[in-house]
């Protein structure tokens, strides 16, 4: 029998199909059994990625693929932990085809109500199996319930603990959709959600490789309004830390973009800029787009201080990578502006002045 199942259902470990299977900080899935006598060994690396794991390591239940297992054969699964407040009332509500729209989102409005500053009714609600079930209003075309369930979706993934569990449980589809179809507060939600899952290093990775959801993301900075341009930027800022995810973002075009959005007064796109700038090809693009420099300098001389810090990082690659953009620059006084940020009361703006300072002397000397 179990020759016939799936791969994907058998424990990495003991090789037999698992009937609780769980997810490490790494993203792998193993049955809790298994992975426990792991752990409980003294090891504190992800068997298959051998990646050191926090301590204490932490055991998501990932409840799509044991309903995948059940589904598929009639294993005998060990009863879940039972809590007396566990939401079933309210998830048989939401799983109804019967239900009224209105008590889907008055059980949406419950429960991320009682999710929101409770980290303990939190976890008993991602172990209750309501992910799914939540998951599916997201795409089910009624009106009001994709913005609630997003927003409950939001508190679930304030616990790192959720925050691979929500992915493998797959979150990311449903978030490509409100990105791209999302009514109401919806798109400015998914990509606030997509900055909330991805603080965690290892879904930097499967977030940014996700079929169409980066480009997802430089749509709503090109057409949304300014809430929505503000937290995909924000999104977009927190993926490109990891820098496989900054060529991602370069290939889908977002460097003219948060150009024009720096240009409109939204800093938080010069803040994306200042990473993309590490690449070659991102500053080759900058420099050939009519009036950057004017841009950068603009936020320099009247942005916020972090505003102010990217815009210098900016033009500091853009000037070592271009003579002529280094020549434009000192002829605007740039020169004169970065010696007077030297007082800033700002760290990184010092510094970052002084680098910008050293890369146009060099070029005055070619002066």
């Not at 809790?32 to 003294?42: F, H, M, V, Y």
């Not at 939401?94 to 991320?112: R, V």
């Not at 609630?148 to 508190?155: E, G, I, P, R, S």
């Amino acid at each position: 029998m179990d020759n016939q199942l799936p791969n994907d259902f058998k424990c990495p470990i003991s090789l037999e199909i698992m009937s609780d299977p769980v997810i490490l900080s790494s993203g792998h899935t193993f049955d809790r059994t298994s992975i426990q006598r792991w752990l409980d060994a003294g090891h504190r690396t992800c068997p298959i990625t051998k990646l050191p794991l926090p301590e204490p390591p932490t055991l998501i239940p990932n409840h799509a693929l044991r309903s995948l297992i059940f589904n598929y054969s009639p294993i005998s699964f060990p009863e879940p932990n039972s809590y007396p407040t566990d939401p079933q009332t309210p998830i048989r509500i939401l799983l109804s085809s019967s239900s009224h729209t209105k008590d889907k989102l008055n059980s949406l409005e419950n429960l991320t109500r009682s999710s929101k500053r409770d980290s303990e009714a939190r976890r008993r609600l991602v172990e209750s199996g309501a992910v799914s079930a939540v998951l599916n209003c997201v795409d089910s075309g009624v009106s009001g319930l994709e913005e609630k369930a997003l927003h409950l979706l939001l508190n679930l993934s304030l616990d790192d603990d959720s925050k691979v569990g929500l992915v493998a449980e797959g979150i990311l589809r449903k978030v490509v959709y409100a990105l791209r179809g999302g009514v109401g507060d919806s798109r400015a939600v998914a990509a606030t959600l997509l900055t909330s899952l991805a603080v965690l290093e290892v879904n930097k990775v499967t977030i940014g490789s996700y079929p169409d959801l980066i480009q997802g993301l430089v749509s709503l900075l090109k057409e949304g309004n300014s809430r929505e341009r503000k937290e995909a930027a924000t999104a977009l800022y927190t993926l490109c830390s990891f820098p496989d995810n900054r060529i991602r973002a370069i290939h889908s075009n977002v460097v003219p973009v948060l150009i024009r959005n720096v240009g409109s007064g939204l800093e938080r796109a010069v803040e994306v800029l200042g990473l993309l700038a590490k690449c070659w090809h991102a500053r080759d693009e900058m420099v050939r787009y009519s009036g950057i420099l004017g841009i950068l300098i603009r936020v320099v001389k009247d942005g916020s201080s972090r505003g102010v810090q990217y815009a210098l990082l900016t033009l500091s690659y853009l000037c070592s990578h271009s003579e002529i953009m280094g020549l434009e620059g000192l002829s605007e006084g740039l020169f004169a502006i970065c010696v007077d940020l030297l007082e800033d009361d700002n760290e990184k703006v010092r510094r970052n002045s002084k680098i910008l300072i050293q890369v146009l002397q060099g070029k005055r000397k070619i002066v």
